[in-house]
């Protein structure tokens, strides 16, 4: 079983700062993409940002300049730097993770999908 857990979520205000973590843990043998997602109220659930195993990264517009994505490969963690944070970025911010596991001696292998319980953030005005 694979476990994503969150934490730095919180209070901030406007034009603040808030760094995300996800550790993602259990039997894997290789974390492809990672990302995060965020859902607000009365809204649905959107990408923020996600980085690819390459290290590729993707942002949804909003947050371009403000937030930055990173991992740590090494620690199975990827992070989100939140910066000039505004209102509107108030929200559950879900980690997500496509993780591959080697199920046979002929290395085949199966991709799941794979999601944190979410942190709350909430920034005043």
């Known amino acids: 079983q694979v476990t994503l857990v969150e934490s730095g979520g919180g209070l901030a205000q406007a034009g603040g700062s808030l760094r995300l973590s996800c550790v993602a843990s259990?039997?894997?043998?290789?974390?492809?993409?990672m990302g995060w997602y965020r859902q607000g109220p009365g809204k649905e659930r959107e990408l923020v940002a996600v980085?690819?195993?390459?290290?590729?990264?993707n942002y949804v517009d909003s947050v371009k300049g403000r937030f930055t994505i990173s991992r740590d490969n090494v620690k199975n963690t990827v992070y989100l730097q939140m910066n000039s944070l505004k209102p509107e970025d108030t929200a559950v911010y879900y980690c997500?993770?496509?993780?591959?596991?080697?199920?046979?001696?002929?290395?085949?292998?199966?991709?799941?999908?794979?999601w944190g319980e979410g942190t709350l953030v909430t920034v005043s005005s």
């Open positions: 997500n993770a496509e993780i591959q596991r080697v199920v046979n001696v002929e290395g085949a292998t199966v991709r799941r999908e794979y």
């Open positions: 259990g039997r894997f043998d290789r974390i492809n993409r």
């Open positions: 980085v690819g195993s390459g290290g590729s990264l």
